[in-house]
């Protein structure tokens, strides 16, 4: 599962639980719907966690909030289900393909604003995969005859006895409440006359679960009688506007009512950063905040105070990462009323700006230190902040911001390439260069990515145009940076088995001198590529050597990405050299870096290569599962060994030696174990040495 752990009590829901559960069983596709702030989302993944042990293939979740674009669904979706984007057929049949022959739940959250575009892909899911259940949250049906809705209601109420001193058996929206007053206002307890006003409170809440929370977050600052006075007399003074009767059901008034509350309750800074804020998607961190913040009345010295005034009044969530970095998020409906304050306030075209100019720093910061010792953390920033990139992008997209977008897009070429994301880095680098066609600096750049991207799905003959057409914008085969465009034709020579072909383009590569035409990272690749091509060439010599020296390269920058594909070509050719328990270690160093990179790529190459020394180390059993496990890898990335020739040919001779070690019912046991073995446990093993003899 990738379902987020609860961070707060889960509360009541025990009839509803029973109902989704029922529904699951009996039918394909079911959509929990009811107001904002009602609670669809926790009752969902509550659900889920329950139904987890019924699916052979467990359940994944997909939340759709932060996406804008409907248009990427489907590339939400191949992440999300853990899928390595390398396939170049669209990401819809990735996920229908992969999908069909598993028993799978399927969760997709927040879909309101993506109706039509979820209900054509979960017909294209369910109609091709008929172990497939999907249980979605939305404020609106789908509208799909097979689909089963559920109104997700307000949790129970019970109208406190009049003239009583308590209110006992006050439902589960009380519980909720004297839950989230303890967090609030420690040591705060609930007797007698305060019981019957938390009633009261809970009562006028209707029983939404968002409008009790923001409720008790005022408690520090209110007594519970002061709180329920001021609620009864802001809902009677809003029952009517300008004299007409308000027409909005009674519970969407309810919670727009007490998120408008709760705004006016906040001090006038605290109200300008709210709107300012609901501009990120998936969350943000203070750097973000105070970027974005920042402005007129708002120092960057405020923003930290407002926001955590924010924190305070639960109008803000914040969780902390594994790195200690801590992460702020808003819930959607507090959001969108920022939203709209922000339009009100016509401030939204100035906080878009900041928005997307804070994120294309942060991509051109994070491609200057790429290549160092700070890449794993650039890693786990840029995919944390994955949804306001895409939120950056097209807001430049949209508003005609072509040089900002190729800037931006080619800035993250690595994040595009290296950590996983080629069909989306095309996506929009496509889009950005049919927007700016004319000569920029940004060009060559952005070329580069999209040459990239395109090699990393395993497109070759765009890769090979884009290498083209970068040479013609540098200026030539002999101008800076010709070594960039003569990188992306090698590669996908040596790719196609072309290695002769591979070799005169490579070994012709002009070297950069110094910074002269930028692409530090292009002459790195080269040397990959080059020991790459001397292995299959058959010269493990000469492969030894560049690897070699590209390891000395990476280990004075810092780099671990680089570095790996470096150890996985001294691997290569150690084997080649006849060391195998050499070549062990060196492909083990090498997965120990694509693993902490998240680079399922290279980590299913790094284990093949595992499987053929253990092979040749009469280690037959292991060598198996080893195997085993990489296939089930290569299922979820696209063409096993890349439809490679040559490693085709290794992964072929490895299965025959093998096979004629331990016999055909030995082999297939260990390969079959190591097909049913989850990926992280997977990896686990693969990293794990086995000393000696044939353990398995």
Request: glycine content about 10%.
């Amino acid at each position: 599962m990738n379902l987020p752990s609860e961070t707060t009590s889960f509360v009541g829901r025990s009839v509803e639980l029973r109902a989704v559960r029922s529904l699951l069983e009996s039918d394909r596709l079911v959509t929990l719907t009811g107001v904002g702030g009602v609670g669809k989302s926790r009752l969902a993944l509550r659900a889920a966690r329950r139904a987890e042990e019924h699916f052979a293939h467990g359940v994944r979740l997909a939340q759709l909030a932060p996406l804008r674009e409907p248009s990427l669904l489907a590339q939400v979706l191949l992440e999300e289900l853990g899928l390595v984007d390398r396939a170049t057929g669209s990401a819809e049949e990735v996920v229908t393909q992969w999908l069909a022959d598993k028993e799978l739940l399927l969760v997709l959250d927040s879909c309101e604003h993506l109706v039509a575009a979820c209900a054509a892909m979960v017909r294209t899911l369910l109609d091709a995969a008929p172990g497939l259940r999907v249980l979605v949250t939305s404020r609106q049906p789908l509208g799909m005859l097979d689909e089963r809705c559920l109104e997700v209601d307000p949790l129970s109420v019970a109208h406190p006895p009049l003239g009583a001193d308590t209110a006992t058996g006050c439902g589960d929206a009380l519980t909720l409440f004297t839950d989230r007053a303890a967090a609030s206002a420690p040591g705060l307890t609930l007797d007698g006359a305060r019981r019957a006003s938390a009633a009261t409170v809970c009562h006028r809440l209707d029983g939404i679960p968002l409008a009790i929370e923001l409720a008790a977050a005022r408690l520090p600052g209110l007594s519970i009688e002061e709180l329920a006075d001021r609620l009864q007399h802001r809902f009677e003074a809003l029952t009517t506007r300008d004299g007409s009767p308000r027409t909005a059901p009674p519970r969407h008034q309810t919670l727009r009512t007490t998120i408008g509350w709760s705004h006016e309750l906040c001090e006038p800074l605290e109200r300008l950063l709210w709107a300012r804020l609901s501009v990120f998607s998936g969350g943000f961190d203070t750097d973000g905040a105070r970027a974005v913040g920042t402005g007129g009345p708002l120092s960057a010295e405020e923003v930290v105070r407002a926001l955590h005034g924010l924190l305070a009044k639960s109008l803000v969530r914040c969780r902390v990462d594994d790195a200690g970095t801590a992460r702020f998020s808003m819930l959607d409906t507090v959001r969108e009323y920022g939203v709209q304050w922000l339009r009100e306030l016509g401030e939204e075209r100035r906080a878009r700006c900041a928005h997307r100019d804070f994120y294309r720093d942060l991509a051109l910061r994070a491609d200057a230190e790429w290549l160092g010792p700070h890449q794993v953390a650039w890693y786990t920033r840029l995919s944390a902040d994955h949804a306001n990139l895409r939120t950056a992008l097209d807001f430049c997209l949209t508003e005609g911001h072509g040089r900002t977008a190729l800037e931006m897009g080619g800035a993250l070429w690595f994040f595009w390439f290296a950590c996983g994301f080629p069909r989306e880095g095309r996506h929009y680098l496509g889009r950005a260069l049919a927007l700016c066609p004319g000569p920029a600096p940004e060009r060559a750049k952005a070329q580069w990515a999209y040459g990239l991207a395109a090699l990393g799905q395993g497109d070759l003959d765009a890769t090979r145009r884009l290498a083209y057409a970068l040479r013609e914008t540098i200026g030539g085969a002999d101008a800076p940076g010709a070594h960039a465009a003569a990188y992306l034709e090698g590669a996908a020579l040596t790719l196609r088995g072309d290695q002769l072909g591979a070799s005169v383009v490579l070994d012709t590569a002009p070297e950069p001198l110094d910074a002269r035409g930028g692409f530090p990272e292009a002459w790195l690749l080269i040397k990959v590529t080059r020991a790459f091509v001397h292995v299959h060439r058959g010269d493990f010599t000469g492969a030894a050597h560049h690897a070699d020296e590209l390891c000395a390269r990476t280990e004075r920058l810092g780099d671990r990405w680089m570095s790996a594909w470096a150890e996985y070509t001294r691997a290569l050719a150690s084997a080649g050299l006849g060391s195998p328990a050499e070549a062990a270690v060196h492909a083990r160093s090498a997965l120990e870096g694509k693993a902490l990179l998240h680079d399922s790529l290279g980590a299913v190459m790094a284990i093949d290569l595992l499987a053929s020394t253990a092979a040749a180390a009469d280690r037959g059993r292991h060598a198996a599962r080893l195997l085993g496990i990489s296939q089930r890898m290569w299922q979820a990335i696209g063409p096993s060994q890349l439809g490679m020739p040559e490693l085709v040919a290794a992964r072929e001779e490895s299965e025959r030696t093998i096979r004629t070690s331990i016999g055909d019912s030995a082999y297939e046991e260990e390969y079959r174990s190591g097909l049913e073995t989850a990926p992280a446990e997977g990896l686990a093993y693969a990293l794990t040495a086995v000393p000696g003899g044939d353990a398995a």
